[in-house]
């Protein structure tokens, strides 16, 4: 009969999952995405975002073959339905805590009475803002001689620490700290304390974010002052920003830009993730959104569950002054996108 994973000691669980490396693996990245999309739907609204963080978020580093996902929440406290439904899609809690008055889970996933299952994953929820280990991802990702480095460490410690997973941690401390203090220097308010608020007054102080989307003032003119203008801060700094406009069928996205330095890090969808939260709450159905044929914009967008609606043919020739180019095309045509939140 076997035993249940909670009735082992430390110790035998450390004997059961041993310190294991492999060479960087293409396949973890998939892992993830596809974890990831299951983890939305299992959480819901709550979660604000999902980053994919550890070794194995590292192109070509050493690392044991586990996925870190790390989950920012919106709410003070998860509460037990959360955990309750991580649980039923084959979560364990493994540990619950607090670190500086903010609140921690940590769950794992691919841990059987036999070992590993052939993915393994482990799910941080944290407060927003609440993520320092993606600080250490980054400065990895952005000095290959620091990820080399590391990974020579790891590779040091694997025989003397295979079974005491606390004292591998430990023993790789001293260099993950000084890591990350580089990385915040060189990267600061990346993943700050993020807040999305709305603005009603003085919104042209903002232009030079709408200016990223739409860089025609006088478009921008025809939709700021009827719409909602949302900002997201980082440590109350600008970094994004969001126009919302109701419209017949339901609401439309009218302008979403994020500040240069914080891109690709997942503040776009945390904006479409709050509009989406604000159409359902004012009972609208669907969800749209107009942009130029782009390959930087489209395959975004259709990432966040946006599907063809239909297309405005010259819209670009025939409302701007110049011509428009983004990522290498001349924009003509305004594609619309719709999400359908039923």
Not at 157 to 178: C, I, M, S
Not at 222 to 237: P, T
Request: overall charge negative; glycine content about 10%; some cysteine.
């Amino acid at each position: 009969m076997e035993r249940d994973l909670k009735e082992m000691s430390l110790e035998e669980l450390w004997k059961l999952f041993p310190i294991m490396l492999q060479e960087h693996q293409p396949q973890w990245k998939l892992w993830y995405q596809e974890e990831a999309g299951q983890l939305r739907g299992v959480i819901g609204e709550s979660l604000l975002a999902l980053h994919h963080g550890g070794s194995t978020a590292v192109k070509g580093l050493l690392a044991k073959p586990t996925v870190d996902i790390f989950g920012e929440m919106d709410w003070q406290r998860p509460d037990r339905n959360t955990v309750e439904r991580l649980e039923a899609d084959g979560w364990i809690l493994m540990t619950e805590g607090e670190v500086e008055n903010r609140r921690r889970l940590q769950f794992g996933k691919g841990y059987t009475p036999n070992g590993f299952a052939e993915r393994v994953f482990h799910l941080h929820l944290r407060m927003p803002g609440d993520c320092e280990e993606l600080y250490f991802r980054d400065y990895l990702r952005a000095h290959p001689k620091a990820a080399v480095e590391y990974g020579e460490l790891k590779r040091s410690l694997q025989p003397q620490y295979e079974h005491d997973r606390d004292g591998y941690t430990a023993a790789k401390t001293e260099f993950v700290n000084a890591c990350t203090q580089r990385a915040k220097e060189e990267f600061p308010h990346r993943y700050g304390r993020a807040e999305i608020l709305q603005v009603e007054t003085g919104r042209k102080r903002y232009l030079p974010l709408l200016l990223l989307a739409d860089e025609q003032e006088s478009m921008i003119d025809r939709y700021l002052e009827d719409g909602e203008l949302y900002v997201l801060n980082l440590d109350g700094i600008p970094a994004g920003c969001m126009v919302l406009q109701p419209v017949e069928e339901g609401c439309e996205i009218k302008n979403l830009a994020v500040a240069e330095e914080f891109q690709g890090f997942g503040y776009g969808r945390r904006l479409v993730d709050m509009a989406v939260r604000r159409c359902r709450r004012a009972g609208w159905k669907t969800l749209f959104v107009g942009t130029g044929e782009s390959p930087l914009t489209l395959p975004f967008y259709q990432a966040c569950g946006f599907q063809y609606s239909h297309r405005i043919q010259g819209f670009f020739t025939e409302y701007y002054d110049h011509p428009i180019w983004e990522g290498g095309r001349l924009l003509e045509d305004m594609i619309y996108l719709k999400k359908d939140l039923e």
